[in-house]
C-alpha cells in the first residue's frame, strides 16, 4: 500500500499530477478542491456554505477542511492506498496526519509566483460538466465553449487576482511551514513543476523509487 501527498501553491498541477499517479498505481486520488467544486456544483448545504466563501474572496477554513478530509479517508475504499492534495495546510493537521497514516512521501511542486499567476488566471472551467481548460496549453476548440459537452467556459471565483493574492499569501505563511514539519521525518522530495506533465511525473516517480514506464 502506498500513501501520497502532493503539496504546492494553486496552479503548480497538484490534480494533473495526483491523477497520474493514481491511475498508474491503482491508488485512490482524494483531492479536497475536487471534493468542495461537487458540493458547489450539486448544490448541497456544504456546497452554499463554500460557494458564500469563494465568492467573498475568502478561503475555505481549516477547520471545515480537516473535517471533509476526515470523512473522507474514512470510507476505506483505498485498498493500495491514496494519493491526497490540499491538504494537510497548517502544522495541527500535520502532525494529525503523521499521527495518523503511515505516508510514504510527501511530493512538493516548486512553482514560482510569478508562473503561478499566469497558469492560475488563464483556468477556465465548464459549468455544465466541469472540466478544466488552461487557455495557455489546453484551449477549447470554439472560444468559450466545453469540448466535451459544450457548455459555457467561466474563470472560477477564487481565480481572481485579488483571490490569487490572498492564497498566495495564505501558502507563505502556513502551508511552507508544514513542509519542514515533514521534512524532519525525511519525507519530502522537491520537484520543478515547470516542465511538462509527463516530465514532472516522470521525475516525481524516479525520486520516489517507483516504475518510471
Not at 18 to 35: E, M, N, P, T, Y
Not at 145 to 159: F, I, K, N, Q
Not at 167 to 188: A, C, G, M, N, Q
Request: hydrophobic content about 35%.
Amino acid at each position: 500500500m502506498r500513501k501520497y501527498v502532493v503539496m504546492g501553491v494553486q496552479g503548480s498541477g497538484k490534480g494533473t499530477q495526483s491523477a497520474l499517479l493514481s491511475k498508474a498505481f491503482d491508488l485512490v486520488h482524494i483531492s479536497v478542491g475536487d471534493i468542495f467544486r461537487w458540493h458547489v456544483q450539486h448544490h448541497t448545504k456544504l456546497g452554499a456554505q463554500v460557494r458564500r466563501i469563494m465568492s467573498a474572496g475568502e478561503l475555505v477554513g481549516d477547520d471545515l477542511v480537516e473535517a471533509v478530509v476526515r470523512d473522507r479517508l474514512q470510507m476505506h475504499d483505498w485498498n493500495y492506498g491514496f494519493v491526497i492534495d490540499g491538504f494537510p495546510r497548517n502544522g495541527r493537521q500535520a502532525e494529525f496526519f503523521l499521527e495518523s497514516y503511515d505516508i510514504d512521501g510527501v511530493i512538493h511542486l516548486d512553482l514560482p509566483d510569478e508562473e503561478v499567476r499566469r497558469r492560475v488566471l488563464n483556468r477556465r472551467l465548464c459549468t455544465r460538466c466541469g472540466m478544466d481548460y488552461n487557455l495557455i496549453a489546453d484551449r477549447p476548440e470554439v472560444e468559450g465553449r466545453c469540448d466535451v459537452c459544450g457548455g459555457e467556459l467561466v474563470t472560477r471565483a477564487d481565480d481572481t487576482p485579488e483571490a490569487l493574492a490572498s492564497r498566495l499569501r495564505e501558502y507563505h505563511s502556513k502551508t511552507r511551514p508544514v513542509l519542514d514539519i515533514f521534512r524532519r521525518k525525511e519525507y519530502v522530495v522537491n520537484v520543478d513543476a515547470r516542465p511538462d506533465p509527463e516530465t514532472v511525473q516522470r521525475e516525481i516517480r524516479k525520486l520516489l523509487g517507483l516504475p518510471v514506464d
